[in-house]
């Protein structure tokens, strides 16, 4: 079973700006999980398309039920290949992301496609696709749920980094606010006080069974 998400989003840029921004994106204060990357693969195929394979390490937090079923150096750590082919003909970018380390626990493909708004050339248009598959029996929903809530956070976050990459192309100085600061690690602390109070629950019924 797959659980599928699609969602549009718009960059006040123009498609020239968001291209060269996509590649200049790491670092930001946004990405601080992002640790390297590293281009693989890149052509220019006859027609003049750019098409280019990186491998992303990024860290990566597994909740605490699902530990055990990983080795304990990579319950902390992600790999992610990046396919992008970029057409400066029909103006479009297109990329293709998905995880190699614990595929097999949950499995998340994105796909985004980066085009010129229709209505108003100067911005740039995006839909994001995304599908959470999981092989662990019995509880394929709650990993696709919890696929599904940390994807909508790093969808918020790497817009907001192509924010911050594009103002400082345009010239700005864009920074973090405190209150945006403070915030984020209140929802980071809440999120992992939610994930304890989970495992403490689960523990105890199993206990209450023995």
């Known amino acids: 079973m797959v659980k599928y998400y699609c969602c549009a989003g718009m ?5 020239d700006q968001v291209c060269v ?5 790491y670092p930001n204060p946004y990405s601080n999980h ?17 098409v280019s394979r990186r491998l992303l390490t990024k860290t990566s937090r597994a909740p605490r039920w699902m530990e055990p079923y990983l080795p304990k150096q990579m319950s902390s750590s992600a ?3 990046e396919d992008s082919i970029v057409d400066p003909q ?13 595929a097999r626990l949950m499995s998340v493909e994105e796909r985004c496609k980066y085009y010129i708004n229709p209505e108003n050339g100067s911005c740039t248009e995006i839909k994001r696709e995304a599908w ?6 019995g509880l394929s929903r709650a990993v696709q749920e919890f696929g599904l809530r940390r994807f909508k956070n790093s969808v918020t976050k790497t817009m907001k980094g192509f924010e911050y990459v594009l103002a400082k192309m345009h010239g700005e100085t864009p920074s973090r ?8 690690r209140a929802r980071e602390t809440a999120l992992a006080a939610k994930e304890k109070a989970k495992d403490l629950a689960s523990q105890a019924q199993k206990k209450q069974y023995v």
């Open 90 to 102: 029909k103006r479009t970018m297109t990329t293709l992301t998905w995880n190699i380390s614990h």
């Open 34 to 50: 992002v640790l390297t990357e590293d281009i693989i693969f890149r052509e220019v195929t006859p027609t003049n398309c750019l």
């Open 177 to 184: 606010t405190l209150t945006e600061t403070a915030t984020e």
């Open 21 to 25: 921004a996509f590649w200049q994106r």
């Open 132 to 137: 959470i598959s999981t092989t662990i029996y």
């Open 79 to 81: 790999y992610i290949i």
């Open 11 to 15: 960059l006040k840029s123009s498609w």
